[in-house]
């Protein structure tokens, strides 16, 4: 007796049924298995090592290894990812780069630059950009600098100075007390491919360390600042959340051996504290000195209980003689060539 068994097959002309074994369900079976084997192989090849190739590189940069261990930088990989991400790149800079806007605006207020990318524009130039481009020229020029050159950025808001700074395979230490900021630096950390050029530090810079209390100007995070009528000082109508951040001073975080090019300090009238924590660094003689730009906001200094006149009295005293306002920013440094071919 045949055994029953239900089978496919096609009927011969003499009407006897031949059987025939369908191979579809087992060739896709092996199919699946070759996708995912593939798939794995593919996926350990190129993200692990790449991952960990970066991470090694970064570690073991001379610059990077005298920053203190203490100093903890900011884990843009295992960070939440800030949303909705609007990007472009920068207009009208010598060495393009992309930042990533943390404002939108508001319905009746949008953000200029949401409003140029969606007419197909790129990102308006800012100021600073241009600047910094053109003094890490400047400073490129000095070979008696010897070691590559360094940013320190504080206030680095989204980047708008770091970026300029990395697309001249500068190295950047930024720090940015606004975490929505900081999550926008992390945007264009992969952006620019910069992941190796920046360190990010979600913190503030002050004359002590410790914690601070700043204000957060929603809609205009640019704005915030310690003083919270300063904070408010362009923007009166706008919601202010006070948050409690960590500080820290520049004399604390760089070492004496690590050589600093160019320090650009925009901290909404808190300029003379951050420089005050930088004592040391600024005290450096002139081949070693760093060039320093930084916001002159006489109103914004008014509102931390100080003035411009204090802060240029007290880069008289650690050596910077040489200064001009330059489009609303104060240039210093101790070398007067640099500045005069600005």
Same mark, same amino acid.
């Given at each position: 007796?045949?055994? /029953?068994?239900?089978?496919?097959?096609?009927?011969?002309?003499?009407?006897?049924?031949?059987?025939?074994?369908?191979?579809?369900?087992?060739?896709?079976?092996?199919?699946?298995?070759?996708?995912?084997?593939?798939?794995?192989?593919? +996926?350990?090849?190129?993200?692990?090592?790449?991952?960990?190739?970066?991470?090694?590189?970064?570690?073991?940069?001379?610059?990077?290894?005298?920053?203190?261990?203490?100093?903890?930088?900011?884990?843009?990989?295992?960070?939440?990812?800030?949303?909705?991400?609007?990007?472009?790149? =920068?207009?009208?800079?010598?060495?393009?780069?992309?930042?990533?806007?943390?404002?939108?605006?508001?319905?009746? *207020?949008?953000?200029?630059?949401?409003?140029?990318?969606?007419?197909?524009?790129?990102?308006?130039?800012?100021?600073?950009? %241009?600047?910094?481009?053109?003094?890490? %020229? *400047?400073?490129?020029?000095?070979?008696?600098?010897? %070691? +590559?050159?360094?940013?320190?950025?504080?206030?680095?808001?989204?980047?708008?100075?770091?970026?300029?700074?990395?697309?001249?395979?500068?190295?950047?230490?930024?720090?940015?007390?606004?975490?929505?900021? =900081?999550?926008?630096?992390?945007?264009?950390?992969?952006?620019?491919?910069?992941?190796?050029?920046?360190?990010?530090?979600?913190?503030? $810079?002050?004359? =002590?360390?410790?914690?601070?209390?700043?204000?957060?100007?929603?809609?205009?995070?640019?704005?915030?600042?310690?003083?919270?009528?300063?904070?408010?000082?362009?923007?009166?109508?706008?919601?202010?959340?006070?948050? &409690?951040?960590? &500080?820290? &001073?520049?004399? +604390?975080?760089?070492?004496?051996?690590?050589?600093?090019?160019?320090?650009?300090?925009? =901290?909404?009238?808190?300029?003379?504290? $951050?420089?005050?924590?930088?004592?040391?660094?600024?005290?450096?003689?002139?081949?070693?000195?760093?060039?320093?730009?930084?916001?002159?906001?006489?109103? /914004?200094?008014?509102? +931390?209980?100080?003035?411009?006149?204090?802060?240029?009295?007290?880069?008289?005293?650690?050596?910077?003689?040489?200064?001009?306002?330059?489009?609303?920013?104060?240039?210093?440094?101790?070398?007067?060539?640099?500045?005069?071919?600005?």
């Amino acid at each position: 007796m045949q055994p /029953l068994i239900k089978a496919r097959g096609l009927r011969r002309p003499d009407g006897v049924l031949k059987q025939q074994t369908s191979l579809i369900p087992c060739t896709f079976l092996v199919l699946v298995l070759c996708f995912l084997l593939v798939a794995s192989i593919f +996926s350990a090849s190129v993200r692990c090592p790449s991952k960990d190739a970066d991470a090694l590189q970064v570690r073991t940069h001379p610059v990077w290894a005298r920053l203190p261990s203490n100093l903890q930088e900011f884990d843009c990989v295992n960070s939440p990812q800030a949303a909705p991400v609007f990007a472009h790149r =920068v207009e009208g800079v010598k060495y393009p780069f992309f930042i990533s806007i943390a404002d939108l605006g508001s319905p009746d *207020k949008p953000n200029r630059n949401f409003q140029r990318m969606i007419k197909g524009k790129l990102f308006q130039k800012p100021a600073i950009s %241009e600047t910094v481009q053109k003094v890490l %020229e *400047k400073l490129k020029a000095h070979t008696f600098r010897g %070691e +590559s050159l360094l940013v320190v950025d504080v206030g680095a808001n989204v980047g708008m100075a770091a970026f300029a700074a990395a697309a001249m395979d500068v190295r950047v230490i930024a720090f940015e007390p606004v975490l929505e900021n =900081v999550l926008r630096v992390c945007d264009g950390l992969y952006l620019n491919r910069a992941s190796q050029l920046v360190k990010v530090y979600h913190t503030a $810079v002050s004359d =002590v360390p410790g914690n601070i209390t700043l204000h957060k100007v929603m809609g205009r995070l640019d704005n915030s600042a310690v003083s919270a009528s300063g904070a408010k000082l362009a923007f009166q109508s706008n919601k202010v959340i006070p948050f &409690t951040v960590s &500080t820290v &001073t520049l004399d +604390s975080v760089i070492p004496d051996n690590l050589a600093v090019s160019l320090l650009k300090v925009d =901290v909404q009238g808190w300029e003379l504290h $951050v420089l005050k924590g930088a004592t040391k660094l600024l005290s450096r003689p002139a081949a070693r000195a760093p060039y320093l730009i930084y916001e002159e906001n006489e109103r /914004l200094l008014q509102e +931390s209980n100080s003035t411009s006149q204090q802060i240029l009295s007290f880069l008289h005293i650690v050596g910077y003689s040489f200064c001009k306002n330059i489009g609303g920013d104060r240039h210093c440094s101790k070398e007067p060539d640099i500045l005069r071919s600005l």
